[in-house]
């Protein structure tokens, strides 16, 4: 889906995502859009919603704190569109911040959750004969 445009309810404290395949409803949106330059580009009238609703944005991308908010309720941003140096624009980067707006999004939705999402090694913990190396004891 292609997103178009971001309005968010403040009554309600809801987001519409409206897309090329309908309007959809969300206490919380994550953006990872690329680059800053290749949305305003392909998208003004995205652009022109985010700054309607207050999200503010520079040359570089969406300005976020350090929880990948974009300083409205429900609203996370990462990757290339946020504002950062480009020299920091990597895809390692981008998947660390992918992780902390989704699960600072969910406990945005669900205060209660943890916002720590655990440890890989934390799956194997049922099963305490399973060797990561083959050749192991």
């Known amino acids: 889906e292609i997103v178009s445009a971001l309005e968010f309810d403040k009554t309600a404290k ?3 995502v409206t897309t090329n395949k309908g309007a959809h409803k969300s206490k919380a949106v994550v953006l990872a859009l690329g680059t800053m330059e290749k ?5 003004k009238l995205l652009v022109e ?21 974009a300083g409205m309720p429900g609203l996370y941003a990462c990757g290339d569109v946020i504002s950062k140096a480009k020299e920091l624009n990597f895809i390692s980067m981008a998947t660390a911040e992918a992780a902390m707006a989704v699960n600072n ?9 943890d916002t720590f999402p655990g440890y ?18």
């Open 49 to 69: 919603s985010l700054k309607k609703n207050g999200v503010k944005i520079n040359e570089q991308g969406i300005a976020v704190d350090a929880t990948m908010n």
């Open 14 to 16: 809801v987001w519409t």
């Open 39 to 43: 949305v305003q580009t392909k998208s």
């Open 105 to 113: 999004a969910k406990k945005y939705v669900n205060p209660e959750v």
């Open 120 to 137: 890989s090694t934390d799956i194997r913990k049922d099963k305490p004969n399973y060797h990561t190396n083959p050749l192991a004891d």
